[in-house]
């Protein structure tokens, strides 16, 4: 009986923790957005492009422009313009915005890899002295107005065919993946390393080994538990 209960207890603990894994990660991602939204005070200035943005497109909260996408509210716009900011590690959480101000900061470098994944952005406005990653060759238009560079209409590098050819894989495609970015992903039915291996994704085979190995580490848990408590 006493080993009933402990076994019980065990999976009640289990169960909690994962419970709590997802929930520290789901809480977590909101703090995330809560943070890139709020990296300075006040909200989305009303002469700002992202304002004129959002009165069609989303809902405004502190310096981001949220829109429901497949029923999650997310990033399509963020104002960080004259925030101070001189330096910028990352904004993958703003991955999916479609027009980001970051003009009037004394920002001195800007990395393309920031802008990786950022394929739905097309609209960047950043100080003057900055170039527009991935080069002018990765948008339709750039021009400097306003002691700003803005840098509009990302261009798909996968349509380019001078000069660079992007060689990837037999059994896959070409996806842009941010301003003079691209990513090779595999065509349907193919899957594995460099989309080599056909047929669907063997999800069954894959969750059933994860099963089975849940099942043989919850039996051995029991199983310890148990004799150390027919040792006492």
């Given amino acids: 009986m006493t080993a009933g209960l402990k076994t019980s207890a065990a999976s009640t603990v289990y169960f909690c923790s994962i419970f709590f894994v997802l929930f520290k990660t789901y809480v977590g991602s909101h703090d995330t957005d809560a943070q890139l939204c709020q990296m300075c005070d006040g909200t989305v200035r009303q002469d700002s492009p992202v304002w004129d943005f959002c009165l069609t497109k989303g809902h405004i909260k502190d310096h981001c422009c949220f829109g429901n996408i497949s029923n999650v ?3 399509i716009g963020l104002d960080l313009a ?3 900011i001189s330096h910028v590690e990352h904004l993958y959480d703003a991955s999916t915005a479609m027009i980001i101000d970051l003009s009037n900061n004394p920002i001195f470098n800007l990395s393309d890899l920031i802008f990786q994944g950022f394929s739905h952005l097309n609209k960047l406005i950043l100080p003057s ?4 990653p991935g080069g002018s060759a ?6 400097v107005k306003h002691n700003a560079r803005v840098c509009e ?8 065919t001078q000069q660079i050819s992007w060689n990837c894989p037999e059994n896959s495609f070409c996806r842009p993946y941010g301003p003079g970015f691209f990513e090779c992903c595999c065509l349907n039915h193919f899957y594995g390393y460099k989309c080599m291996r056909q047929g669907a994704f063997p999800t069954a085979k894959v969750l059933g080994i994860l099963t089975g190995c849940t099942v043989v580490v919850s039996s051995l848990l029991w199983f310890m538990q148990r004799r150390k408590a027919n040792s006492t």
């Fill in 73 to 75: 509210d997310t990033i």
């Fill in 82 to 84: 004259n925030c101070s």
């Fill in 129 to 132: 002295k900055l170039e527009c």
């Fill in 138 to 143: 990765a948008w339709e238009m750039v021009e």
């Fill in 153 to 160: 209409g990302q261009k798909n590098v996968c349509n380019q």
